[in-house]
Nanobody, 125 residues
């Protein structure tokens, strides 16, 4: 199992930007597809963005498409989520997650076997 640690969350004004980082260790990073999920108080954890093992394919929730960009650097065992034009409804705990490159859906939490501890993102009006 790969270990994941998120960082970069914080408080930002609406319209601002944040860049989240996820550091991976304990596994072969290029064997994993990666994803970002988020969970707001009282709501289910939801898919935000995904990226294939090589970085060649990316996937986004409709709610963030055009505003967020997922990327990875396999040489550094890092995944990033660049968040622009942030809205108050983006406020949530953001989680980095890993799944096998060989199976599973990016859109389902059940497909991801490894999760980080989460980082809080708060967007104020």
């Amino acid at each position: 199992q790969v270990q994941l640690v998120e960082s970069g969350g914080g408080l930002v004004q609406a319209g601002g930007s944040l860049r989240l980082s996820c550091a991976a260790s304990g596994g072969t990073f290029s064997s994993y597809d990666m994803g970002w999920f988020r969970q707001a108080p009282g709501k289910e954890r939801e898919f935000v963005a995904g990226i294939s093992w090589s970085g060649g394919s990316t996937y986004y929730a409709d709610s963030v498409k055009g505003r967020f960009t997922i990327s990875r650097d396999n040489a550094k065992n890092m995944v990033y989520l660049q968040m622009n034009s942030l809205k108050p409804e983006d406020t949530a705990v953001y989680y980095c997650a890993a799944k096998s490159r060989y199976r599973g859906s990016y859109y389902s939490t059940d497909a991801f076997g490894s999760w980080g501890q989460g980082t809080q993102v708060t967007v104020s009006s």
